[in-house]
């Protein structure tokens, strides 16, 4: 089977197929989809294909030139399957950090945005995804940062892409550097989709433009006038945090794609 007559296939299939449409709305743009379907595929052709029990049997399939059972089986992958990752941050990793499900179509931009939204970010400031030599970062930032040290634009990469790197680190506002280190762990299926899901948290944020207390609180010196912070950091309910994270990530997403109209509204 040449892979560009499967891909062929998969373009054919993807723009018609109804689940999508039915997730995506009306005006799903199939393009995303389908270079996602192609990241799959090639990752799952690789020697170090990111599952190999999937990968034996899209071996098989491929052996019986089954261009839509592999359909089916990437279509899986892309609308069910999620990966587990450990957020910690570097200063404070047991103070603040999360266990999160992601799904595994997630762009690199929403990622960033899923793990942001978290944490009890404002949003002010500049954001990013680093790895190494490979960074990514906000349409926003692009535009804004004249420091900006990436030609990347989050919005327009793939997870998939980056799973083989096993971790990134997400840094937030420059100046005041919070850094957050992500580690991609196990693979699990779902029966619907969520954007992420948090599945036990410690810390209930970043404090904004004021990291010292963290640091005071850490290290046993915490002055009387800022414990109000800390009970609101250490406040431990994991629905609340949930369902501000989620309001949190609709807003974000808007704003650092640099969507200021509708954020500010």
């Keep these: 089977m040449k892979k560009y007559d499967a891909f062929d296939f998969f373009f054919d299939k993807i723009k018609d197929d109804k689940d999508y449409i039915k997730l995506e709305g009306e005006d799903f ?9 192609i990241a799959f595929y090639e990752n799952l052709s690789s020697s170090e294909a990111y599952d190999l029990e999937i990968k034996k049997s ?3 399939l491929k052996r019986e030139n089954d261009l839509l059972g592999i359909y089916d089986l990437i279509k899986k992958e892309y609308l069910y399957r999620y990966i587990k990752i450990d957020v910690k941050s570097t200063e404070f990793p047991k103070l603040l950090n999360r266990v999160m499900l992601l799904p595994l179509r997630q762009t690199v931009y929403e990622t960033m945005i899923s793990v ?16 190494n030599k490979i960074s990514f970062e906000t349409p926003i930032s692009l535009m804004e940062d004249e420091f900006a040290f990436s030609n990347y634009s989050a919005i327009d990469n793939y997870l998939i892409d980056i799973i083989d790197l096993k971790s990134v680190t997400l840094w937030y506002d420059y100046g005041e550097d919070w850094k957050f280190k992500i580690t991609f762990k196990d693979y699990i299926y779902k029966d619907e989709f969520i954007p992420f899901d948090i599945l036990k948290f410690k810390g209930n944020g970043i404090i904004e433009d004021n990291k010292f207390i ?35 990530y609709d807003l974000l997403l808007k704003a650092y794609a640099g969507i200021k109209e509708e954020f500010e509204e």
């Design 29 to 37: 743009y199939y393009k995303v989809t389908f270079n996602t379907f």
């Design 58 to 60: 899209f071996n098989k």
């Design 116 to 131: 942001l939204s978290t944490l009890n970010s404002f949003g002010y400031h500049l954001v990013s995804l680093y790895k």
């Design 214 to 248: 963290l640091y005071d609180y850490q290290n046993g010196n915490l002055n009387e006038e800022y414990k109000d912070y800390i009970e609101e950091f250490n406040d431990n309910d994991l629905e609340k945090l949930k369902e501000k994270s989620y309001n949190d």
